[in-house]
Every structure is written in structure tokens, then in C-alpha cells.
């Protein structure tokens, strides 16, 4: 049974430049949250994906996008680059109330480099 | 700012028990204790979860007191493998899951 898979594993990307991180839930799971984790500190909440559509959103400006499709993968993107966009990206499953008490799994995250 | 506050280091010897504690004095009713490992550059490592029960797993036990305002995750048998920055995090609100910088744990030799 794979766990949570996310794509690509590295990237390097310019300033200003557009990206698209790709995640695929553990099987069974119907819902994804995107978490930015920058170096030394603990992850961020950037959105939640249910359904194909966004239900709950953290502290992250419009230019942090995403969407889900109906075999439930999700993609997260993100326009006009900054330096500070540099960080790991990561993808979580669970099923819909993932936090009311179903055990929620990580993947092991694209690293994102800006320069 | 994070729910939960954790010592922010730990050692300890490799084959005891390490006891990594959690206060979250203002959890609500319906939240959970959430705790996962993170070990350099990889995604983090789902360990166990609970709500106001006791709960014991094949990786850890998590104690949580009568009032619910702190926790103890204990690693029965702490191997060198278990040393990573372990975060303990309460969940049910509308902002996903809250981490706060963990408690980097420190197995021995």
C-alpha cells in the first residue's frame, strides 16, 4: 500500500517564475493539505482540499494555488516566485476530518529551491 | 503561534525510556493530541493520536492528564534511530494542523 507520494522530489526555480508540486494520497484517503516547512522551522499550513474544493486556508497569499482532481491527488501552485518561497512543500492525507480524530500521513516532501 | 509548548531539547540514554512532555492548557474539548517525528529532510512521521484516553501503539504510549492540558508521549525502548524533532500538536480547529518548533530528542550511546 504506497503511503503518500509527492513529485518532484527537488526543483530550482528562478524569481518570478511559476511552480506546480504534484501529490497523490494515501489510498482510501479523500483529503489534502498542503504544508511550507522552511529551514528550522515547523510546518505551515497553506490549504486543505476536500471534494475538489478548497476548505480551510492558513496565512498564505493568493499567489499559493491548488487543486484537487477526482481520483483525489492534488496539485499545489505557486506564481511570481520569491527567494522566501525557498522551503519543503509537503502534501498530507487523511480522510474528510482528518484532524477530528483519523490519523493524517505525511509525504516526504519537494524540496524548492528560488534563486 | 503554536497550541502547544515542548522543551525545546532532550537527551537521552539509548535503551531507556524517553518521556517527551506537552502542554496544551488551552485545548478545547473536541481537539485531539497529535504527535509526529521529523527526522532531517524527510516528511514527518506519524507516531500517534489521542483524545483523552490513554493510547498505546507498537511505536509509543501517549499519557494525557484528566484535564487534558498536557500530554507525555514515552518511546519505551529508545534505540539511536528514534533521535529527530518530535511535535506535538493539537487539531480540530480551522487552520489545520498547528506545529510548533518540537523538542529535538537526542538518543545516546
Known amino acids: 500500500d504506497a503511503g503518500v507520494t509527492q513529485s518532484p522530489t527537488h526543483l530550482i526555480k528562478t524569481r518570478g517564475q511559476q511552480v506546480t508540486l504534484r501529490c497523490s494520497p494515501k489510498?482510501?484517503?479523500?483529503?489534502v493539505s498542503w504544508y511550507q516547512q522552511a529551514l528550522g522551522q515547523g510546518p505551515q499550513f497553506i490549504f486543505q482540499?476536500?471534494?475538489?474544493?478548497?476548505?480551510q486556508r492558513g496565512n498564505f497569499p493568493d499567489r499559493f494555488s491548488g487543486h484537487q482532481f477526482p481520483n483525489y491527488s492534488s496539485e499545489l501552485n505557486v506564481n511570481a516566485l520569491l527567494l522566501g518561497d525557498s522551503a519543503l512543500y509537503l502534501c498530507?492525507?487523511?480522510?474528510?476530518?482528518?484532524?477530528?480524530?483519523?490519523?493524517?500521513?505525511f509525504g516526504e516532501g519537494s524540496w524548492l529551491t528560488v534563486v | 503561534d503554536a497550541k502547544t509548548t515542548q522543551p525545546p531539547s532532550m537527551d537521552c540514554a539509548e535503551g531507556r525510556a524517553a518521556n517527551l512532555p506537552c502542554n496544551h492548557s488551552?485545548?478545547?474539548?473536541?481537539?485531539?493530541v497529535y504527535w509526529y517525528r521529523q527526522i532531517h529532510s524527510q516528511g514527518p512521521q506519524y507516531i500517534i493520536h489521542g483524545l483523552k484516553n490513554n493510547e498505546t501503539n507498537e511505536m509509543a504510549s501517549l499519557i494525557i492528564t484528566e484535564d487534558r492540558k498536557s500530554s507525555t508521549l514515552i518511546l519505551p525502548h529508545a534505540t539511536l534511530r528514534d533521535t529527530a524533532v518530535y511535535y506535538c500538536?493539537?487539531?480540530?480547529?480551522?487552520?489545520?494542523?498547528?506545529f510548533g518548533k518540537g523538542t529535538h530528542l537526542i538518543i545516546q550511546p
Open positions: 488551552t485545548i478545547s474539548g473536541n481537539e485531539y
Open positions: 498530507a492525507s487523511s480522510s474528510w476530518g482528518g484532524w477530528t480524530g483519523n490519523t493524517i500521513y
Open positions: 500538536i493539537t487539531g480540530g480547529g480551522a487552520d489545520g494542523l498547528t
Open positions: 489510498s482510501g484517503h479523500d483529503t
Open positions: 482540499y476536500y471534494e475538489e474544493e478548497e476548505r
